[in-house]
T-cell receptor, first 117, second 111 residues
Framework: NAGVTQTPKFRVLKTGQSMTLLCAQDMNHEYMYWYRQDPGMGLRLIHYSVGEGTTAKGEVPDGYNVSRLKKQNFLLGLESAAPSQTSVYFC????????????????FGAGSRLTVL | DAKTTQPNSMESNEEEPVHLPCNHSTISGTDYIHWYRQLPSQGPEYVIHGLTSNVNNRMASLAIAEDRKSSTLILHRATLRDAAVYYCILRANFGNEKLTFGTGTRLTIIP
């Protein structure tokens, strides 16, 4: 049981290039999240999804796009990378809350370190 | 969205108990209190959660105030491996799916 897997783990881009980060989870979770973490800072929510085919904006969505074509995968895209997007990106997943499932907990991936030159 | 407030940093001596506070004065009746921690160069990991009653697990204890407007994560005997950033977040039992984190508390353990 791998949990949440992020690929790639490291990537260096030049300004203006595009790329996609992949998050895959094998826990059949409905909800998935993308966060970014700048050095010495907390986690900031970029986009999230509450089910296959759905996406929603988080706190810092500008410059990113996402897609959830399959329940187990959540893709984060950068169409035209900027140095300000240099960060570590974390994906997480969880099941929906409910009468007895408010206790469901987030499972995070190990992170993807992106550098934009 | 109900928010949480934590001190930016705390220090503790090794092998002593650590009490990490979290304020959540706008918590709703059905919000669960979750704690996560992030070890250096790793993704966050779950620590403990609770609703109303105090909770214990192998990692820590969670003490929840009677009015639920604050909570305290207790590490009973801190080790160097407990040095991390600790995040307190609220998870609604229905409705709000937007899970946001604050800046957390950076815990330093002094040998």
């Amino acid at each position: 049981n791998a949990g949440v897997t992020q690929t790639p783990k490291f990537r260096v881009l030049k300004t203006g290039q595009s790329m996609t980060l992949l998050c895959a989870q094998d826990m059949n979770h409905e909800y998935m999240y993308w966060y970014r973490q700048d050095p010495g800072m907390g986690l900031r929510l970029i986009h999230y999804s509450v089910g296959e085919g759905t996406t929603a904006k988080g706190e810092v969505p500008d410059g990113y796009n996402v897609s959830r074509l399959k329940k187990q995968n959540f893709l984060l895209g950068l169409e035209s990378a900027a140095p300000s997007q240099t960060s570590v990106y974390f994906c997480a997943s969880i099941n929906p809350p409910g009468p007895t499932s408010g206790a469901n907990v987030l499972t995070f991936g190990a992170g993807s370190r992106l550098t934009v030159l | 969205d109900a928010k949480t407030t934590q001190p930016n940093s705390m220090e503790s001596n090794e092998e002593e108990p650590v009490h990490l506070p979290c304020n959540h004065s706008t918590i709703s009746g059905t919000d669960y209190i979750h704690w996560y921690r992030q070890l250096p160069s790793q993704g966050p990991e779950y620590v403990i959660h609770g609703l109303t009653s105090n909770v214990n697990n192998r990692m820590a204890s969670l003490a929840i105030a009677e009015d639920r407007k604050s909570s305290t994560l207790i590490l009973h005997r801190a080790t160097l491996r407990d040095a991390a950033v600790y995040y307190c977040i609220l998870r609604a039992n229905f409705g709000n799916e937007k899970l946001t984190f604050g800046t957390g508390t950076r815990l330093t353990i002094i040998p």
